[in-house]
């Protein structure tokens, strides 16, 4: 599966592609040659550092998984599957180094009630791909709705996103300082974007 990179977000609603500026160099380098269609969902892991007065709202954190043909993209055949988050040493240690003053961070796996829906959507990508040759892509994204508790706090909204895709060793930083008061419009204002969490 192809664009990868800029289908990750920090925050759903934040998407865009004004949002790949936030991706690591580094990360672009390292996911140059990543195929989603192939990834086993047993090992991969997603992790979301946001503001201390925010958390993700519950089975707010998703992965997406979609493909479509050229010229179709209005027509892309995407599934949402619930992430879960994960507390085991494994997955949160490697994380340490990315704590910062004034946030936390929260790491998800695939819910294993999930894994034989995804590799069946893999199989139906690889499946279209072969019919058609360069004019099927796909996409591969993970987001976080969030929530807070109480006011916002001064100053910017920093949001960072990360994702393992071996069975160890570290994440990479998908998204790095996304503000979510830039995503806020008129039409979406930013007490809509990051609602009280009930």
Same mark, same amino acid.
């Given at each position: ?5 800029? @289908? ?5 609603? !934040? +998407?865009?592609? !004004? ?16 195929? %989603? %269609?192939? +990834? ?8 979301? @550092?946001?503001? $201390?007065?925010?958390?993700? &709202? ?10 479509? @043909?050229?010229?179709? $993209?209005?027509? =892309? ?6 992430? =879960? ?10 994380? !340490? ?12 796996? +695939? ?7 995804? *590799?069946? *959507? &893999? ?6 791909? #072969? *019919?058609?040759? /360069? ?7 993970? /987001? ?10 001064? /100053? ?9 895709? &071996? ?10 300082? #996304?503000?979510? @008061?830039?995503?806020?419009? =008129? $039409?979406?204002?930013?007490? $809509?974007? +990051?609602?009280?969490?009930?």
């Amino acid at each position: 599966m192809s664009r990868i990179v800029c @289908r990750f977000s920090a925050i759903a609603f !934040a +998407v865009s592609l !004004a949002a790949c500026s936030h991706v690591p160099v580094s990360t672009m380098w390292a996911l140059r040659n990543f195929d %989603a %269609a192939s +990834v086993d969902p047993t090992v991969l892991r997603a992790a979301v @550092r946001l503001p $201390e007065t925010f958390e993700p &709202q519950k089975g707010g954190v998703t992965l997406k998984i979609g493909w479509w @043909r050229d010229g179709e $993209e209005k027509a =892309k055949h995407e599934m949402s599957f619930a992430l =879960k988050e994960t507390t085991a040493p494994e997955d949160v240690a490697p994380l !340490a180094g990315e704590t910062k003053a004034g946030t936390r961070i929260y790491a998800y796996r +695939v819910d294993p009630t999930d894994y034989a829906a995804i *590799r069946a *959507r &893999q199989r139906e990508f690889l499946e279209e791909k #072969a *019919r058609n040759p /360069g004019k099927t892509h796909g996409s591969f994204g993970v /987001g976080a709705e969030a929530c807070r508790r109480g006011a916002f706090p001064e /100053g910017p909204l920093l949001t960072t996103t990360f994702l393992r895709t &071996q069975p160890a060793g570290d994440y990479l930083t998908v998204l790095r300082n #996304a503000d979510m @008061r830039e995503a806020a419009t =008129k $039409e979406k204002p930013l007490d $809509e974007l +990051v609602p009280l969490c009930v």
